[in-house]
């Protein structure tokens, strides 16, 4: 039997790409997204520290400029391992109201200094989520973000339709149906290619989707 050996933590560049991805919600705060935080939901505190083979292994507590920049403070920021690799997870839900909070992040990402290079529309999870590949350059060090908004049954990374679903979601009186970022990120190891990461962040959105539907609107 190979013994699986224990991760360390994450290194200085995942703590980087965070960073960043810190500071693109800071940058979403702009004239054009700025609305007044509402609610006091804690929706996202529900999602399993184990997902799938995935286990908890940091968390941080949203600052109070990310709380701004997304317009929430329903937000987790949390760190999972499955003894091999390491994802970062951030999920935050924003509940209805006329905030235009879905909107494309990769802007965000090169408006807050990150190096971005390839970004792909892929679909998950037999088409079921529709998501964002982004990869970033850090360091010459490359990282992977992917990102999607999931509103209902609906996952997608089509800001527009995100915006248009909870306008109409709002005439129609549901309130209570916000929308949910989705947000991962994990780095790519020596050697590993785009397919390996992809199939990784597959994994771990397959045992991910349970948790949302059961949690999040």
């Not at 399993?48 to 083979?53: A, C, P, T």
Request: net charge neutral.
């Amino acid at each position: 039997m190979v013994e699986r050996s224990s991760p360390k933590g994450p290194g200085a560049l995942t703590w980087a790409a965070l960073g960043l991805l810190a500071a693109s919600a800071v940058l979403s705060n702009t004239v054009l997204f700025r609305q007044v935080v509402q609610g006091r939901t804690e929706l996202t505190r529900g999602i399993s520290q184990r997902i799938g083979e995935w286990e908890l292994v940091d968390e941080h507590v949203a600052t109070a400029s990310e709380v701004q920049g997304l317009e929430t403070s329903d937000i987790i920021e949390r760190t999972y391992s499955n003894g091999r690799n390491y994802m970062e997870l951030v999920v935050a839900y924003i509940a209805h109201s006329s905030r235009k909070s879905a909107h494309a992040q990769e802007a965000c990402l090169r408006g807050s200094g990150a190096m971005v290079g390839s970004i792909a529309d892929v679909t998950w999870e037999a088409g079921r989520v529709q998501a964002k590949l982004i990869s970033m350059d850090i360091r010459s060090h490359r990282q992977w973000v992917c990102y999607w908004y999931k509103i209902g049954d609906t996952y997608t990374a089509n800001y527009l339709t995100s915006s248009l679903r909870m306008f109409l979601g709002g005439l129609a009186g549901q309130k209570s149906q916000g929308a949910s970022l989705i947000r991962l990120l994990s780095p790519e190891s020596p050697g590993e290619s785009q397919a390996q990461v992809e199939a990784r962040m597959q994994d771990f959105t397959r045992a991910l989707l349970p948790e949302l539907r059961k949690n999040l609107p």
